[in-house]
């Protein structure tokens, strides 16, 4: 009933019926002069007119609605169906149009009308809210993504159970993503002039007996797009474009797999559960059903699960960080020496008025730009980057939509590179970038459609952190750069092979490839000589004698070098012999695009490079990082916490491969500048290279990125700092941080220089809490599903307690201690609601021997308990850190936390266990510890944390013993006896007014006024 109301509106009285069935009321009352309010539920409104394009109509209606400040959405009706639109929460802009017609199939339709009725929402408000959500773009982006990463797999699982997961994925994905971009094509009407074409495919084969596949899209995609049109045996396939190969190549994981199709029924699927279900268009569209190429990177990088992207480090990077970003750095990168000047590069990046004279030598300059991405993923930066530099070609020289689309093709030839590792992510940013040029094709016939160029030399898949060359040039044994003929030959090559069509595409790829073996061999054999020649030096002076005959001692940097010589012979040696396959079997730049580094290097590196935590990087893999990148050095503490992330070898990189001036434009983990492990890349950075901007992205800015952590927009240029230089902290300038201040020793402080002042003032306005009290982390169970538990009833010396892998157990009162776990904790006071496990002598050694019921309850669980990481032997009850239980005169705080809350243990529950959800710092006497709780507490000790703590998602700062260690306590007796006494009368009444405790600490620290309300500017709420 109601499909057949949808499928014959045409009037506002059908919207009012189609509405009534969806649960709203009737009302038909007028709303302005044309539309009418067709239905509504409580206070909101379902405005309806008549319009021959009820697409824009529906938009138009949300608008006015949202300018009206009312709750609602609008309806246009008409010949072309219905379409829904809402305002959009927050802006005078309306959500994009819910179309409902012919081609739209009846189950995708009944689902969004189901989807607008009101029977879960509370309220008008709520209910908003939820149309709001249900008619964005993330809505139809993520519906998108679920279909399209089930039938992925669905099509993998399908293909033989002998061949490799991964191997069956490229080649599953392979056929999806052609399916993908013809959708697109067929947008365009280039499907033999037929929007429903693929279709039409599908249904007239399966008519005829089936097996679509082999008979419908093998010759499609491999006897009819790659084959030009004067090659075909006319008629068949003339009103099909020739795109080339690359896409409409059989990769070398399917010829693998020869003869192998999927079966009718999962093609049948494909359509009717994934592609029928949208509107494809390659322009941003307005129907909310739409699917364009701007929604795509969303979708690629969410297609690795949540292990691979916590192996490879790839996050998603939403679109207006990568807009931002990418006009930062190409300002900067059109402003290096001897280009533009800086006002004349924001000029023409703002697109305004330009002389003559200015247009011509910014054209000169956009020309010579070579912008590399060392992890492209799915080519978010690279493509903004082809956007912005298209935007400006056409400024500079304006034109037709023909000279944009030569003008795109010709920047992807000439301007950008991009590598990855993944060859999944080298797939997906080939394809984003063919949309981008087919976006733009003008062509209305066949035969005016240009073939896609060939992506080859643009895209590449490989290692950019590791390989012979690069580590030969980085320990400075590279000789100087080969013959400038070889070096002409490959880039000639490379140049050829992009606009190349039908056969002449593998000849040129052959001779590309023989180019770069020819330099590969002469590079490699260069390197060879040099590095045993700089080897044999070292070897003869670590084997020479002093006058006493005694042989004489390299220093430590020589014997690290001589170590990481006779590393990189060894790998010279490999890649020599790797060579005699007839191939380059590893990615290089010195042999893929000599040209550039001849040229003194990139001109920008941009990127969102792999995030990887230490522990998650091949114990081998970890040790080359380490022999090849001088920045890439653990802490001196151990653990892997304290291993440097893998995004700081791409800075260190990325600066190797930047030309003299040029500018590194990198996302990264926040934590670089913070954490222990990077302190040296900060030191290099802030005094070897010049900062242009710091920005730390916001919490909103960051809510799509899929990462834990916050990411810290890097943009420097390849330049020693000047030393008056100021690095601009946010996007207005007006925000400036002198750059000498970032060489200090420990973390980056990025707060503009007066607040700065303010953070000096306040750390030196008493002792560090670390001199007074070593913070630790709280113990470790290794197991706490199993030996922390809910107390439940005691019952004389036993008590009943409940835990998540030990279920219902009765344990002796005696091993039994409060557990304090982080969110137990607040303000001077601490709620613990469960216990542990605690077998220990007050001497600290764990018990010999249990009672009955606990010793039969360890037994039980034996084989748990001995498998935990730290477990090395002892007793099975051992736990691990234990000396946070053991102290006396306990201050404990949240590890995580928006600001400091801490309590002081012994005044509260002197038996309480903290867990490492928690800090413990055990202080000489209890009224130092009352006094260091208030300070934790106050509002000036919040201010420092959130300024060099390291960050957490949410706003949320990690309270680490580094962080609160900086923490100044009052250094006079006095000071700390007043504190004491104000903080043993809050831990009494479990609260404190905050305005006298921030008085009172401020007072104790001997803070200003003028520094207090600069302190103050910086406190998250109190949540």
Known sequence: MLLDTLRAAQTTADVTRLFVQLGYRQAGTPYGSKAVVAARWRGFLVVAQADSDPRERARALARQLGAAGERGLGVGVGPGGIAIAAPRPGTAEATRALVFDAHLPAAVATAQLQALAPGRTRSALHHSLHVADVLSIEAVSNRFFRGF???????????????????????????????????????????????????????????????????????????????????RQAPVGMDIPYLNGGLFRRHPAERRLTHTYFPDELWIDVFEQLFDRYHFCVHEARRVDAVAPDMLGRVFERLMDGDERSKTGSFFTPEDIVHSVV?????????????????????????????????????????????????????????????????????????????????????????????????????????????????????????????????????????????????????????????????RRVAEARMRLFDARGPEVRTLNEDLRRHELTLGRELLARATRSCTAALADLESAAESRDLFGERNRLPPAQQTRLRALRDDLGALERATASLDDGGVPFFSFEIHVPDVLEAGGFDLVIGNPPWVRAERIAPRDRAELRQRFRLWRASDNRGFRHLPDLAVAFVERALELVAPGGVVALLLPSKVASADYASELRQHLATSVTITSLHRISDQEAAGFGATTYPLALIAR??????????????????????????????????????????????????????????????????????????????????????????MVTLERQVLRPAVRGRDVRPFAVAASRVVLWAYQRSGIPRQTLPARAAAFVTRHAEVLAARVDYRGGPLWTLFRTEPALSGHRVVWRDI???????????????????????????????????????????????????????????????????????????????????????????????????????????????????????????????
């Open 327 to 487: 006009r930062e750095a190409l300002t900067a990168a059109l402003s290096r020496p001897g280009r533009l000047a800086p006002d004349e590069a924001t000029q023409v990046m703002d697109r305004g008025s330009l002389t003559a004279e200015l247009r011509t030598r910014a054209g000169a300059v956009v020309a010579r730009l070579r912008i590399l991405d060392p992890a492209v993923g799915s080519g978010a930066f690279l493509l903004g980057a082809l956007e912005a530099l298209t935007d400006i070609g056409m400024h500079l020289t304006p034109g037709t939509i023909e000279r944009r689309w030569s003008l795109r093709r010709r920047l992807l030839r000439d301007n950008l590179f991009g590598i990855d590792l993944n060859p999944i992510a080298v797939r997906l940013a080939e394809l984003r970038l063919w949309l981008a040029v087919v976006a733009d094709d003008p062509s209305t016939t066949v035969p005016a459609i240009a073939p896609l160029p060939n992506l080859d030399g643009v895209i590449r898949q490989g290692n950019t952190l590791l390989d012979p060359l690069g580590a030969a040039r980085a320990h400075a044994v590279f000789p100087a750069a080969a013959t400038a003929a070889l070096t």
């Open 718 to 807: 390849a330049d020693p700092p000047h030393p008056t230089h100021a690095v601009r902290l946010a996007r207005s300038s007006a925000d400036l941080l002198s750059q000498h201040q970032l060489a200090r020793p420990g973390p980056w402080i990025l707060v503009p220089d007066r607040t700065r002042d303010a953070i000096e003032s306040l750390r030196s306005s008493g002792r560090p809490l670390a001199d007074v009290a070593t913070p630790h982390l709280g113990v470790k169970t290794g197991v706490d599903g199993l030996l922390v538990g809910e107390p439940l009833e005691p019952a004389g010396r036993t008590m009943r307690v409940r835990s998540l892998l030990g279920g």
């Open 149 to 231: 990463r089930r039938t992925w797999a669905r099509m993998a699982e399908a293909l033989p159970s002998d061949v490799p997961v991964a191997q069956r994925r490229l080649v599953a994905l392979h056929s999806l993503l052609r399916m993908l971009f013809l959708y697109f094509v067929q947008a365009k009407g280039w499907l033999a002039g037929d929007p429903r074409y693929l279709r039409s495919l599908l249904d007239r084969t399966l008519a005829s007996g089936g097996d679509f596949h082999r008979r419908a899209l093998d010759p499609l995609f491999f006897g009819t797009l790659n084959v030009p049109l004067e090659a």
């Open 897 to 1023: 936390a928006r600001r400091p809350t801490a309590a002081v243990l012994d005044q509260l529950m002197a038996t309480a266990v903290p867990l490492n959800s928690c800090y413990v710092a055990s202080f000489p006497d209890r009224m130092t510890a009352l006094a260091a709780s208030a300070v934790l507490n106050s509002c000036w000790a919040a201010a420092l944390i959130h300024v060099t703590a390291d960050e957490a998602r949410g706003g949320y700062r990690r309270c680490n013993a580094r962080a609160i260690g900086t923490v100044p306590l009052p250094r006079s007796s006095g000071a700390l006896r007043s504190l004491a006494e104000l903080a043993r009368e809050a831990h009494h009444a479990s609260s404190v007014a905050h305005a006298d405790l921030d008085a009172s600490v401020a007072q104790a620290l001997g803070l200003p006024e003028p520094i207090q309300a600069r302190l103050r500017a910086l406190v998250p709420d109190r949540r």
